[in-house]
């Protein structure tokens, strides 16, 4: 069954966002604070597809939520919501762990299509790439294409699933300059309702966790007005 933590103080919201994941098949936990989604969480096991958090509470907000829901779990998928609109409410998302980001108001259709495009992700088979060498290889790094992990000079590096898919991509198309809605469209899938600003807040995010230096990165290079490119031999950009 697809599970999914729902946190939002408004009872308005929140019981129109359970009655149309109810309809779209989630079986829906909803709780009003932050402080009841950790606890619920805990009690749960960590039994959940993805958490929905809306930004703006008393008491523990959606940021800390976030933070402390990525910490016990890189696969889970997550989903900010906010009435704000603000472009730094978004970055500042993506940049604790989250994986998509909705302003209020949203339609049921941009809902589910979200939601459905986190959940297709966050389940994949650890099987479907049989078929497929069972690893990558790229300079120091080692994508294990069944554990869906990877490594750096053997050290493993913590990724979410959205990180991890990006990776791939990219080492599946070493030194070949890859634009942004091209990334865009095989990460998010086709109907996804945001702007390709996403796209650069990942490679900022994975760049933290990968390069000797962020500010200076040697394996994902900028292609300006473009995109980017992976380099195993960590060239320079």
Same mark, same amino acid.
């Given at each position: 069954?697809?599970?999914?933590?729902?946190?939002?103080?408004?009872?308005?919201?929140?019981?129109?966002?359970?009655?149309?994941?109810?309809?779209?098949?989630? &079986?829906?936990?909803?709780?009003?604070?932050?402080? $009841?989604?950790?606890?619920?969480?805990?009690?749960?096991?960590?039994?959940?597809?993805?958490?929905?958090? $809306?930004?703006?509470?008393?008491?523990? #907000?959606?940021?800390?939520?976030?933070?402390?829901?990525?910490?016990?779990?890189?696969?889970?998928?997550?989903?900010?919501?906010?009435?704000?609109?603000?472009? /730094? $409410?978004?970055?500042?998302?993506?940049?604790?762990?989250? #994986?998509?980001?909705?302003?209020?108001?949203?339609?049921?259709?941009?809902?589910?299509?979200?939601? &459905?495009?986190?959940?297709?992700?966050?389940? /994949?088979? !650890?099987?479907?790439?049989?078929?497929?060498?069972?690893?990558?290889?790229?300079?120091?790094?080692?994508?294990?294409?069944?554990?869906?992990?990877?490594?750096?000079?053997?050290?493993?590096?913590?990724?979410?699933?959205?990180? !991890?898919?990006?990776?791939? !991509?990219?080492?599946?198309?070493?030194?070949?300059?890859?634009?942004?809605?091209?990334?865009?469209?095989?990460?998010?899938? #086709?109907?996804?309702?945001?702007? #390709?600003?996403?796209? &650069?807040?990942?490679?900022?995010?994975?760049?933290?966790?990968?390069?000797?230096?962020?500010?200076?990165?040697?394996?994902?290079?900028?292609?300006?007005?473009?995109? !980017?490119?992976?380099?195993?031999?960590?060239?320079?950009?």
């Amino acid at each position: 069954m697809k599970r999914i933590l729902v946190c939002e103080d408004e009872d308005v919201i929140r019981d129109f966002v359970v009655i149309n994941l109810n309809r779209a098949g989630y &079986d829906v936990v909803d709780v009003n604070c932050g402080e $009841d989604a950790l606890r619920v969480f805990d009690e749960e096991n960590g039994n959940f597809d993805i958490a929905l958090l $809306d930004i703006m509470m008393p008491g523990i #907000d959606g940021f800390q939520v976030c933070k402390a829901l990525r910490k016990k779990s890189s696969t889970l998928g997550i989903i900010m919501l906010s009435a704000k609109s603000q472009e /730094m $409410d978004k970055v500042s998302a993506l940049m604790i762990g989250a #994986d998509d980001y909705m302003t209020k108001p949203f339609s049921p259709s941009e809902l589910t299509a979200r939601i &459905d495009a986190i959940y297709r992700r966050v389940s /994949m088979s !650890y099987n479907q790439e049989d078929e497929r060498a069972a690893t990558i290889e790229s300079g120091p790094f080692v994508l294990n294409l069944k554990s869906r992990t990877v490594s750096k000079n053997g050290v493993p590096i913590d990724l979410t699933q959205v990180e !991890y898919q990006i990776l791939e !991509y990219f080492m599946n198309n070493q030194e070949t300059a890859l634009d942004r809605s091209s990334i865009l469209t095989h990460i998010w899938g #086709d109907n996804y309702f945001g702007d #390709d600003k996403i796209v &650069d807040v990942n490679i900022r995010r994975i760049r933290m966790k990968i390069e000797d230096e962020p500010s200076n990165p040697k394996y994902i290079s900028t292609i300006w007005g473009f995109g !980017y490119k992976w380099s195993a031999k960590g060239g320079k950009e």
